[in-house]
């Protein structure tokens, strides 16, 4: 009977999950002590900037373009929109130049470094999707330049930067699904892994 | 719905940007303020003290 219910797929996905991921390495009490520098806070930084692009955009969605562009609690959100996007590449590229820096795709940690430089990927496509969907001049002049570069590719016929409704549903819908998903999986695969170890003190890691 | 307090941008942004050119390189004022900022953040983070480290000296390694 037992042997029935260990095969049930939720009874293996709960033991995979406790197994690879428990409790407190998902939300351990401490670290290790080298993790006290200012270096290991652009990660976060970078989270928390995303979180509050996410939040500012919900609000202009909420409101749309013509209260945006005319009123000024819409001209507000709108550059706390822009500024918070400023803050999210700022962090992520301090912190991309951090782990750089200490190698910290030693020790199986391949995955996280490659789901990050995925997301910086991202990123720039979601932003640039962004700078299409202002409803401006700015947008219009963005999308008339970018046309060429990409109709050279032969991408134009399905990934079209003027067609405004696809340029703002991949900004608004699509890229932050997958922006969102790729760093859960880059912060859950950071907690899996725990913080890499420096790299004088345990060469044994290295490769 | 207009909340004017009279509070200006502390850099008047109004106006088109200011380029540098260099041989091939091509950047704007502002652009190149935030590479430079960047660079400043990331040798701050790894020169300056973390708040809080004594306490946690020989805790876990
Ligand atoms: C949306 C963008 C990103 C977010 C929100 C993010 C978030 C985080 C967080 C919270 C951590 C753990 C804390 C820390 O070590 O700072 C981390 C670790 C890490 N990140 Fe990112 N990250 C992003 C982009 C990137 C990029 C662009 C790279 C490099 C290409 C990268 C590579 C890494 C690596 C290798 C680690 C593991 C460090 C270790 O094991 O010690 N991340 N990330």
Same mark, same amino acid.
């Given at each position: 009977?037992?042997?029935?219910?260990?095969?049930?797929?939720?009874?293996?996905?709960?033991?995979?999950?406790?197994?690879?991921?428990?409790?407190?390495?998902?939300?351990?009490?401490?670290?290790?002590?080298?993790?006290?520098?200012?270096?290991?806070?652009?990660?976060?930084?970078?989270?928390?900037?995303?979180?509050?692009?996410?939040?500012?955009?919900?609000?202009?969605?909420?409101?749309?373009?013509?209260?945006?562009?005319?009123?000024?609690?819409?001209?507000?959100?709108?550059?706390?929109?822009?500024?918070?996007?400023?803050?999210?590449?700022?962090?992520?590229?301090?912190?991309?130049?951090?782990?750089?820096?200490?190698?910290?795709?030693?020790?199986?940690?391949?995955?996280?470094?490659?789901?990050?430089?995925?997301?910086?990927?991202?990123?720039?496509?979601?932003?640039?999707?962004?700078?299409?969907?202002?409803?401006?001049?700015?947008?219009?002049?963005?999308?008339?330049?970018?046309?060429?570069?990409?109709?050279?590719?032969?991408?134009?016929?399905?990934?079209?930067?003027?067609?405004?409704?696809?340029?703002?549903?991949?900004?608004?819908?699509?890229?932050?699904?997958?922006?969102?998903?790729?760093?859960?999986?880059?912060?859950?695969?950071?907690?899996?892994?725990?913080?890499?170890?420096?790299?004088?003190?345990?060469?044994?890691?290295?490769? | 719905?207009?909340?004017?307090?009279?509070?200006?941008?502390?850099?008047?942004?109004?106006?088109?940007?200011?380029?540098?050119?260099?041989?091939?390189?091509?950047?704007? *004022? !502002?652009?190149?303020?935030?590479? $430079? /900022?960047?660079? *400043? !953040?990331?040798?701050?983070?790894? $020169? /300056?003290?973390?708040?809080?480290?004594?306490?946690?000296?020989?805790?876990?390694?």
């Amino acid at each position: 009977m037992s042997t029935t219910i260990d095969r049930q797929w939720t009874t293996r996905l709960r033991k995979r999950v406790e197994g690879t991921l428990p409790p407190e390495k998902l939300l351990p009490d401490t670290q290790p002590a080298y993790v006290a520098s200012w270096i290991y806070v652009f990660g976060v930084l970078t989270l928390v900037a995303m979180a509050e692009v996410i939040g500012t955009g919900v609000i202009l969605a909420i409101f749309g373009p013509q209260w945006w562009h005319v009123s000024s609690v819409g001209h507000f959100i709108n550059s706390m929109h822009l500024w918070g996007v400023e803050i999210f590449f700022f962090a992520m590229i301090v912190h991309l130049w951090g782990k750089f820096a200490m190698a910290a795709w030693r020790g199986g940690r391949t995955l996280t470094w490659v789901t990050g430089a995925v997301t910086f990927l991202a990123s720039i496509l979601t932003a640039f999707t962004g700078y299409l969907s202002q409803t401006n001049f700015d947008s219009q002049w963005i999308s008339t330049q970018a046309k060429d570069g990409i109709n050279s590719t032969g991408g134009g016929a399905f990934f079209n930067v003027l067609n405004f409704g696809q340029m703002l549903m991949w900004h608004i819908v699509l890229m932050p699904i997958v922006a969102v998903a790729l760093v859960a999986f880059h912060v859950i695969l950071v907690r899996i892994k725990g913080v890499v170890p420096p790299i004088v003190e345990n060469p044994e890691v290295g490769q | 719905m207009s909340l004017d307090w009279g509070l200006g941008a502390l850099i008047n942004l109004n106006h088109p940007g200011h380029y540098l050119h260099w041989h091939v390189i091509d950047v704007s *004022v !502002a652009n190149l303020t935030v590479m $430079v /900022l960047m660079v *400043v !953040a990331f040798v701050a983070a790894l $020169v /300056l003290p973390f708040p809080g480290r004594k306490h946690r000296k020989g805790e876990e390694k």
